[in-house]
């Protein structure tokens, strides 16, 4: 059974970081693209970063440029997305999704995995 487990939200202040994490089970994560998009109270889900099998692409959300970092660590089945400079407007719940294919995909209905979200939450 695959799962992946989103980790490292909590309540940050405009101007801070976190690193959130994606730890992938029942799948060799190695071998698929995965991502990360978010959703707003009310708002449709929104991409926001995704990375190729090998770490040799990432593409990110032209508003998120520069402040979100993505990143994989394959020998843990882990996926990272490092958030700086955070924003009241980053407020949302963050999922991380994983495909069956190797590749870099930016719309949701390219991914077949996705975990249950963790919550980030910037007070101004």
């Known amino acids: 059974q695959v799962q992946l487990l989103e980790s490292g939200g909590g309540l940050v202040q405009a101007g801070g970081s976190l690193r959130l994490s994606c730890a992938a089970s029942g799948l060799t994560a190695s071998r698929v693209g995965m991502g990360w998009f978010r959703q707003a109270l009310g708002k449709e889900r929104e991409f926001v970063a995704a990375i190729n099998w090998n770490d040799t692409r990432r593409t990110y959300a032209d508003s998120l440029k520069g402040r979100f970092t993505i990143s994989r660590d394959n020998a843990k089945n882990t996926m990272y997305l490092q958030m700086m400079s955070l924003k009241p407007e980053d407020t949302a719940v963050y999922y991380c999704?994983?495909?069956?294919?190797?590749?870099?995909?930016?719309?949701?209905?390219?991914?077949?995995?996705w975990g249950q979200g963790t919550q980030v939450t910037v007070s101004s």
């Open positions: 999704a994983a495909a069956y294919s190797s590749g870099i995909y930016r719309f949701s209905n390219s991914y077949n995995y």
